[in-house]
């Protein structure tokens, strides 16, 4: 199952730029920042743009028949980063990071053009648009697999926290400010979100194959093609499953009940089994499981899970939050809430560009131990904070909790990837720097199903009631309103999340607006989906940050075993 490659000794193009000079090491850290920063924030600028997209190419993103459309939009990127960064790790492990990380950037602009005009419509306009990303996921995967690698490598110990710390809250705080470059450019052209990408791309890659040099040591081998595709399948299929558990199944407001998504489920935790079991057996594997035996590397991955996944969580549910209620209720247009939501949600890109730095130089100097537990039980006390306050919120509390919670992850982030780096063999960065990323994106694509999962089950209770008695009302017929209040959440929440008016969505099949007596302009103004939701979102509310609490007290426990000092050997101590 394994095929005998013997790399070439050039790993990379030469370099004008002589990496024994000083400087060498900080063309590394703006090079391999400005590419972990495009991945992620093309992994974020299709949220906030959906609307404009889907009606650029002129299909309805709320239609039973689009809705796999929708998820594979939301989801493929994510996807396809969480499962090929481990394998394109090994591979700049076996080849060279720098070679790897050259041809990613190349594979990521292609793809950008390639999205920059789509020559169909409807549902082939659908099916390029999602086929480029998986590609365009492809070359960002190559991306992330690779930048902390040639971080590490080129720099030493005493500053290595630091630059991993910049690249890293590049690559939280780009999720973060993908939301709002796609709100801005959605506004002015739905193509324009995938243009930004092109010139960026295009410097990135000439820039990265001119300018650097590999360093790394490099381990000659065999691909392991067994661990490749049982890692590949399984976790693609466990994702897949669980980000489809969102949907209605039967009578159902979820899909959890649903024979092929537990079959897709329990599939692919058995595939990821096996992965284990193959990669204790193989002489030359992809990702050397005992490196899981390292407290610092195993806790420290699975803290950044914990991040991730409550990060993640979090954007979903803010999106809703001031889309669905905050900002309707002050006059905006649901048309103009997505870019209106990314702009309010700033201040948490804020807190982590001010943290992330500050975190890695204060790791370099006294371990990342008291950092990363300290920016877990910050990011806690936020959730828990955000619980307490009115749905219907006075800004400036709102501002303060989410920028407490982007210094959380600021100062979290940055020391837990020094750790997680510092902690293995130089000869096995490049894997560990894999399996670092997967953790990191598959917790991204994790929460989509969970979150979304949890809010639905908060909302199932309280909704319907709500919303059958709101509708009869205002003149809704009590047959209609009875149906319509019993129709999975998960329309309402998408609608939301869209910027569409919900309301109006939910009662457009049943012409219910058209109906004499029926109060059209009420059920479609400003505030009476916001009123008739806040009690019910409230109750999901609850739910989903509760869970998100415990995940960043989860996180805290395993932060405690953090390493002290970063050693140029891959110890710490």
Not at 264 to 282: M, P, T
Request: aromatic fraction near 10%; charged fraction near 10%.
């Amino acid at each position: 199952m394994s095929t005998e490659i013997e790399p070439t000794v050039e790993a990379a193009p030469r370099s004008r730029i002589d990496h024994n000079h000083p400087g060498y090491k900080w063309i590394v850290l703006s090079n391999t920042t400005l590419g972990t920063l495009l991945a992620t924030v093309n992994a974020s600028i299709v949220l906030i743009s959906l609307p404009a997209i889907f009606r650029g190419i002129g299909l309805n993103p709320l239609s039973t028949s689009n809705i796999s459309y929708l998820l594979w939009m939301l989801m493929g990127y994510l996807v396809v980063t969480a499962v090929l960064v481990v394998p394109f790790g090994r591979l700049g492990d076996m080849f060279g990071r720098v070679r790897i990380y050259n041809i990613g950037f190349a594979v990521f602009t292609v793809a950008a053009i390639a999205l920059s005009f789509d020559p169909f419509h409807l549902d082939g306009g659908a099916i390029w648009l999602i086929a480029w990303r998986v590609i365009q996921g492809i070359g960002g995967s190559m991306l992330m697999a690779s930048s902390s690698a040639i971080l590490t490598d080129a720099f030493p110990a005493n500053q290595r926290g630091m630059a991993l710390g910049v690249n890293m809250v590049a690559a939280v705080a780009g999720s973060f400010l993908g939301l709002l470059i796609g709100g801005v450019l959605a506004e002015w052209h739905w193509q324009a979100i995938f243009w930004v990408g092109v010139p960026i791309g295009i410097v990135g890659t000439v820039w990265s194959m001119w300018s650097l040099k590999e360093l790394g040591v490099r381990t000659p081998g065999r691909i392991d093609w067994a661990g490749t595709l049982t890692f590949g399948v399984g976790l693609t299929v466990l994702l897949i499953g669980i980000t489809y558990g969102i949907q209605p199944y039967g009578q159902s407001t979820t899909g959890w009940t649903n024979p092929w998504v537990l079959g897709a489920i329990a599939g692919g935790l058995a595939l990821l089994v096996v992965f284990c079991l193959v990669e204790l057996r193989v002489a030359q594997p992809m990702v050397n499981i005992r490196l899981f035996r390292s407290a610092a590397f195993g806790m420290g991955n699975l803290a950044g899970l914990m991040s991730s996944m409550g990060r993640g969580g979090l954007q979903f549910m803010l999106i809703i939050w001031l889309q669905g209620i905050w900002l309707p209720l002050r006059g905006y247009d649901f048309e103009s809430t997505p870019l209106w939501a990314a702009i309010y949600m700033l201040p948490i890109t804020v807190g982590f560009l001010l943290a992330g730095p500050i975190a890695g130089w204060l790791s370099d100097r006294y371990g990342a131990r008291p950092l990363t537990v300290g920016g877990m039980a910050l990011m806690a006390l936020s959730f828990i904070a955000l619980v307490m306050i009115p749905v219907d919120f006075e800004y400036w509390v709102f501002a303060l909790l989410i920028f407490l919670n982007g210094v959380g992850g600021g100062i979290f982030t940055a020391p837990n990837t020094a750790a997680i780096m510092s902690s293995v063999p130089a000869s096995e960065r490049g894997a560990a720097s894999g399996v670092r990323a997967t953790f990191f994106n598959a917790g991204s694509s994790l929460s989509i199903g969970i979150f979304f999962s949890l809010m639905v089950v908060g909302l199932a209770n309280t909704l319907p009631a709500a919303l059958s008695n709101g509708l009869q009302e205002q003149g809704v017929s009590a047959s209609v309103a009875h149906e319509v209040a019993n129709m999975p959440p998960v329309g309402s929440l998408f609608a939301a999340f869209l910027g569409y008016n919900p309301v109006a969505e939910l009662l457009e099949p049943f012409h219910a607006l058209q109906q004499p007596g029926v109060n059209a302009e009420v059920l479609t103004g400003q505030t009476f989906f916001p009123h008739l939701i806040i009690e019910p979102f409230h109750a999901g509310l609850v739910v989903v940050f509760v869970a998100a609490a415990v995940m960043m007290l989860i996180g805290l426990i395993a932060s405690l075993f953090s390493a002290g000092r970063y050693a140029e050997d891959g110890s710490v101590s």
